[in-house]
């Protein structure tokens, strides 16, 4: 079983900055990619950044500039710097790993984590 748990949403205000964390345990082999989508009412759930273990990152070109991706391969932890936040980017912030488990590699999400970006 793997659990991916995520820190660090809450109120802002526009122009401001939060960061949010996500942390992966459990019986993991490896960790292949981790990311974050956002799903924002009656919207889909969109991709915001993903980083790969070689470091590689693809970021959505909402928040290119304005969003860092980062990973601790030790630590199995994604975090998500965000800066300059705009109101649009009030959403639930959902943590997503690609996780080897042993015979595969799944995909393993989080429960979410509310942003809300007063303007």
């Known amino acids: 079983q793997v659990q991916l748990v995520e820190s660090g949403g809450g109120l802002i205000q526009a122009g401001g900055s939060l960061s949010l964390s996500c942390t992966a345990s459990g019986r993991i082999f490896s960790i292949n990619a981790m990311g974050w989508y956002r799903q924002a009412p009656g919207k889909q759930r969109e991709l915001v950044a993903r980083i790969t273990s070689g470091g590689s990152t693809k970021y959505a070109d909402s928040v290119k500039g304005r969003f860092t991706i980062s990973m601790d391969n030790v630590k199995n932890t994604v975090s998500l710097q965000m800066n300059s936040l705009k109101p649009e980017d009030t959403a639930v912030y959902y943590c997503?790993?690609?996780?080897?488990?042993?015979?595969?590699?799944?995909?393993?999400w989080g429960q979410g984590t509310q942003v809300t970006v007063s303007s």
């Open positions: 997503n790993g690609l996780v080897g488990i042993g015979i595969s590699d799944l995909y393993y």
